[in-house]
């Protein structure tokens, strides 16, 4: 099982704060780094000192780490044109020597795009499939040919598909709960499926429809990743896992029956549970980002339990 440190800096995080939880996941020997894409901060956070941007911060980041892979849950497809996002990737992964993974979802938080003028489009899922189709087709392209799309919503004529990423294949990662539009979708262009915030009965439901999806899309269902995203609460005593809960404004049992709360001990076997369920990989939800010993205490006590090979 892989652990992957995932953040919300829309919550409230300066770049200078992202960099030391950055480099606090590589020194401890977690595998990766992923952020939100949020431009508003959700409920009762003041946000301040305000937002970053998930690729400007994550370019940074690849200049200032050497191991941890960097990506995003998910890049906001409302925010980015496909073929600028494709600029910015390639060259986020030029940057890195190869670390990135993309996370694209649709966009969905209707007031972020109020906040800062962004259109925010009835028809968001036909957006996302065209967007994925570019994106990757611009990669995909022969260095010396060029690429066209004709969509409903973009069209790109004869585009150099330039630059490339250092990596052959920069991982592609969708999400979602939706039943049958999210499988199609997942099965023709993931490379990791995620499911966020999710039950054990429900994780293991979806990843059985994106497996059969899969399948009928003529691959073979282990060609993908399965992985979820929880908000962790780790804590050596009651009292512990108690502070960090009230330092998040959660309570300890919600986060025992919908997160990876409780002692080392019990996060373990919750993180077993996933894995029966079909999950080779969790996305850490980091909260309180100036909580350094948490992120220790997950390496030292959960990770090291864990078989990350």
């Avoid at 960099?19 to 996941?25: D, E, G, R, S």
């Avoid at 990423?165 to 979708?185: C, D, E, F, W």
């Amino acid at each position: 099982m892989d652990l992957r440190i995932f953040t919300e800096p829309q919550q409230g995080a300066s770049y200078e704060t992202l960099l030391t939880v950055a480099k606090a996941t590589e020194d401890l020997g977690f595998d990766a780094f992923f952020r939100s894409d949020h431009y508003l901060r959700m409920g009762s956070a003041d946000g301040l000192p305000g937002p970053t941007d998930a690729w400007i911060t994550l370019a940074g980041l690849a200049r200032e780490t050497e191991r941890i892979r960097l990506g995003t849950l998910m890049t906001a497809g409302t925010f980015r044109l496909p073929g600028v996002l494709a600029i910015q990737v390639a060259q986020v992964d030029q940057m890195s020597g190869g670390r990135v993974e993309l996370g694209l979802g649709a966009g969905w938080f209707e007031e972020e795009h109020k906040a800062y003028g962004i259109p925010f489009p009835k028809e968001k899922f036909g957006r996302l499939e065209e967007q994925l189709a570019i994106v990757t087709g611009l990669w995909a392209t022969p260095t010396g040919e060029t690429f066209s799309y004709d969509g409903t919503h973009y069209q790109l004529a004869d585009s150099p598909a330039l630059p490339k990423p250092a990596q052959s294949k920069v991982p592609v990662l969708i999400g979602g709960h939706g039943a049958t539009r999210t499988p199609r979708l997942a099965a023709q262009y993931a490379d990791e499926f995620n499911i966020p915030f999710a039950s054990i009965e429900d994780s293991e439901k979806q990843f059985g429809r994106v497996r059969e999806a899969a399948v009928k899309a003529g691959r073979k269902a282990d060609d993908l990743v399965y992985s979820t995203a929880l908000v962790a609460c780790v804590g050596r005593t009651d009292a512990e896992v108690a502070r960090r809960a009230a330092s998040i404004g959660r309570e300890v049992e919600e986060l025992k029956a919908n997160g990876l709360a409780g002692s080392p001990a019990e996060v373990v076997d919750k993180i077993g549970q996933y894995g029966a369920a079909g999950a080779s990989r969790i996305y850490c939800q980091m909260l309180d980002l100036d909580d350094l010993d948490h992120l220790e205490l997950l390496s030292s006590q959960v990770q090291s339990q864990l078989n990350t090979g």
